[in-house]
């Protein structure tokens, strides 16, 4: 079976959000174990054979998961730690507690999959970790669509890829030290797949796609020439989406791997290796965003390997779990934006039609489809002359020490003041207004009556809680981009094209088809009616450029920096309209400046200078009082910690707590100083954290910032919880606070 045409992943929540319905009701017990899993296995089988009936020559498989692939990979070879095992659950309820966490067993840290916006759960591993192949759900998988009748080609992450990821249970400790042994457990797998008749498996090394030590580099060509090297084998492709692989590419071709998969998307690949007793499988379609695919263009790419290759296969230039899956369901979009789009199911048949015309030549039919004159982006020079105009002056904002005391005579705060992150719980009574509004079983005026009800009442709970600075809960949004997409020209929203974000959590990605402007506010009716109904200060809260670029798929025809710094004229707008209206403090969320920084160091400042020119841009209109918030979360941010102190923000809250405080370090050493909340409650996790617990968290990070600029936070925002779990939280959240702030001298 030689590759031909496929593609390097599938969504796997289900078209309708199945497995995320599914996975929720078990959690609340309105389902058991078995009806989870027939569900899965519905997923599954209507993968393969939709992906089979659409043409593609290879299939993969083990593409599913109940929660996060790297979590299975940790399963998979027995790496889930002792205190989850300890709970003495069932082994589907181990693994989702090490998702999710339970009361005496925190969950494993979350964080950022490389550049996307897809979190995965981050494996802990230390010397007395024993790595060994402990499940089969590849083989079971493998075995469940054989049975329909369909060859697939099993999907793993692969050995290297898997330990880089992962994180030292103690200092000192190198996770690929366990290299040996896992790669012992990988070729047991890999026989037992050929035992069942695989022909092929898939190996994804995404992180070489990055930069790397020789010492890993080193790794990665030992790993393939031991798995190469066994006797009765699967042929294996090997993968490094996401960038060009670098000097992996050289190490890889001198391995005896059969295939290897180049992202000819994101890299340009100007020279190849020789690779001629090799297949390579070029990535043409997009994998990461929703554009129809240059087919011209794409074949162009995928021709060019031919001279290089034994043999040239058509594929996604990633894994499709980025995307949403079809887009024929989409029948509200503008046509003009519509025809400029493609989805899941659209780009395998791109795949298919591109295989086709490689292999057999492009005949006129082809070539007029491929030439095919889509319709132009949305135009608007009133915002390119404005940004034409921008200088240096309009991302400066007076000095910190003078805003900083401006801020204190206008607000008044103690010291370890406390706040949360901006949203509450998203209860069912909000959604179902929102939907009856949708329905128009819902007027504008019973609507914002709902709205109002609950902002009153989320308002004097805080009050009552005793937080110093209030929000006012976001009951009106949906998500925190897509809400302010709806009221951005340039932007066109979907109904229903969801996109794995973690676990269950799924979102609506925007998209950016034009040049974006803002008709009119957006937020300052909703703040100003919260102000209004408290003395204490209510801040207003915006999504960042950064975030909105990152968390929409955006228009590929101009550079992302223009696209970012007409979003920051908006939300610039929206702070001057904030100000007006009487809100005193700002928070423009950037949770995903770390998300966008390249993965090679050699791209990374342009991107920097760019991304925190954008938020100064959004922010430096506001006059000095008026105290400027951020907030970053689930990325290693101790990377770009310079990069954050450059956004110039009076405050940043940043998640810590599932990293137990990782940060401070990072702090302390870089001299940031501004205000700062590193998190001290995991909103990612059922469990209530209790006050001495967060007074310990509290007391580690006294030790690093000064106790004027520290802020009492949690990680995140709160709508994914419920009150059952928000209310004790945020009271041992303000007493471990006053508790701690009553030892201050």
Known sequence: MTIGTTVLGYPRIGPRRELKRAVERYWAAKIDAPDLQEVARDLRARTWTELRDAGL?????????????????????????RRF?????????????????????????????????????????????????????????????????????????????????????????????????????????????????????????????????????????????????????????????????????????????????????SASYDTVPALREKT???????????????????????????????????????????????????????????????FARQKVAEVVRLGAALNKGVDGAWADGAAEELPAPLHNDEVRARVAALTEADRVRPLYADRAAAQQRRLNLPPLATTTIGSFPQT??????????????LDEGGYLKRMRDEIARVIALQEEIGLDVLVHGEPERNDMVQYFADFLDGFASTEFAWVQSYGSRCVRPPIIHGDVSRPKPMTVDWASYAQSLSVKPVKGMLTGPVTILAWSFVRDDQPLADTAAQVALALRDEIADLEAAGISIVQVDEPALRELLPLRTVDQASYLEWSVGAFRL???????????????????????????????ADVTTIEAARSKMEILTDLRTSGFGRGVGPGVYDIHSPRVPGEDEVTSLL??????????????????????????????????LVAAARRVRATLP
């Open 57 to 81: 020559d290879s299939i993969p498989s083990n593409t599913f998961s109940f929660y996060d692939h790297v979590l299975d990979t940790a399963e998979l070879f027995g790496a889930i730690p």
């Open 85 to 265: 095992h300890d709970l003495d659950l069932s082994p589907l309820n181990t693994y989702l507690a090490a998702a999710r966490g339970r009361d005496s067993a925190p969950a494993l840290e979350m964080t950022k999959w490389f550049d996307t916006n897809y979190h995965y759960l981050v494996p802990e591993l230390g010397p007395d970790t024993s790595l060994r192949l402990a499940g089969d759900k590849p083989v079971v998988e493998y075995h469940e669509a054989r049975e329909l009748g369909i060859e697939t080609r099993p999907v793993l992450l692969g050995p290297v890829t898997f330990l880089l990821l992962s994180k030292p249970d103690q200092n000192g400790f190198d996770p690929l030290d366990l290299l040996d042994d896992l790669l012992a457990a990988y070729a047991e797998l890999l026989g037992r797949l050929h035992a069942e008749g695989a022909e092929w498996v898939q190996l994804d090394e995404p992180a070489f796609a990055a930069d790397r030590t020789d010492a890993e580099l080193a790794a990665l060509g030992r790993a393939y020439d031991l798995l190469g090297a066994v006797p009765e084998r699967p042929k294996l492709l090997v993968t490094g989406y996401y960038g060009d692989l670098g000097s992996a590419l050289e190490i890889l071709a001198t391995t005896p791997v059969e295939a290897i998969a180049l992202d000819l998307v």
């Open 280 to 342: 390579v499988v070029a990535g043409v379609v997009d994998g990461r965003n929703v554009w129809r695919t240059d087919l011209r263009a794409a074949l162009a790419k995928a021709a060019a390997l031919i001279g290089s290759a034994g043999e040239v296969a058509v594929s996604t230039s990633s894994t499709l779990l980025h995307v949403p899956y079809d887009l024929d369901v989409e029948t509200r979009l503008e046509p003009e934006v519509r025809a400029r789009l493609a």
């Open 428 to 441: 069912t009574e909000i959604r179902t207004a929102r939907a009856e509004l949708r329905n128009e079983t």
């Open 618 to 648: 959004a922010t430096a209109g506001a006059v000095p009082s008026t105290q400027i918030h951020t907030h970053l979360c689930y990325s290693e941010f101790g990377e770009v910690i310079n990069a954050i102190d450059d956004l110039d």
């Open 699 to 732: 007391t580690a990070a006294v030790d690093a910032v000064p106790a004027a600029r520290l802020w009492v936070n949690p990680d995140c925002g709160l709508k994914t919880r419920g009150y059952a779990e928000v209310e004790p939280a945020l009271r041992n």
